[in-house]
């Protein structure tokens, strides 16, 4: 059987850390339904990560700081469910800068594996994880949308046989 909690936990953690990060519209945005400034993302996102492959699910949550001054945010992630297919990893933080242009983030040697995740200030999330701890994986790829309210995103989980997994992560800010 394929690690397929591990890697819809990895997917979780990753996304759910880094989407927060990518909005820097840099006051730039001008609609509630394109994106929005880091700085405005500030505060605390709830929600679910669903794997429609396996049906496993489990609630997620962020909290977002935003230092403004050196325009760096950063987002403690917590998940539960069976997301490792045991108990629910602890809490991650990420750090990174954004800029008036949006948010680029390349970080290698995460405990997820390898990280490239950017968002444009019209509130496009693409990234993807490589060289993932879970064997049998080859990589992760995402992509969504966020506003002032929701990140909604899609995951692929590619595995090494060639077949796939998806599933979606949906955050509300509360």
């Known amino acids: 059987m394929k690690t397929m909690h591990l890697s819809a936990c990895l997917v979780m953690v990753i996304v759910a850390a880094v989407a927060p990060l990518l909005m820097g519209c840099g006051g730039s945005c001008s609609s509630a339904g394109t994106g929005i400034a880091v700085q405005d993302a500030a505060g605390t996102w709830d929600g679910t990560w669903d794997n429609n492959t396996f049906s496993s699910t489990g609630p997620a949550s962020f909290a977002i700081t935003v230092d403004t001054g ?35 983030l390349n970080q290698a040697g995460t405990p997820y594996g390898d990280l490239e995740v950017s968002w444009t200030p019209q509130g496009t999330i693409t990234g ?33 046989d060639s077949s796939t997994a998806t599933g979606t992560l949906n955050l509300s800010r509360i």
């Open 70 to 104: 050196a325009q760096t945010a950063s987002i403690t992630v917590t998940l539960g469910g069976s997301a490792f297919g045991t108990v629910a990893p602890p809490p991650t933080t990420l750090t990174g800068p954004y800029t008036g242009s949006g948010f680029v």
């Open 128 to 160: 993807n994880l490589t060289n993932l701890p879970a064997a049998g994986i080859s990589r992760v790829d995402f992509n969504g949308t966020a506003n002032a309210g929701s990140i909604a995103l899609n995951y692929t989980v590619r595995f090494t």
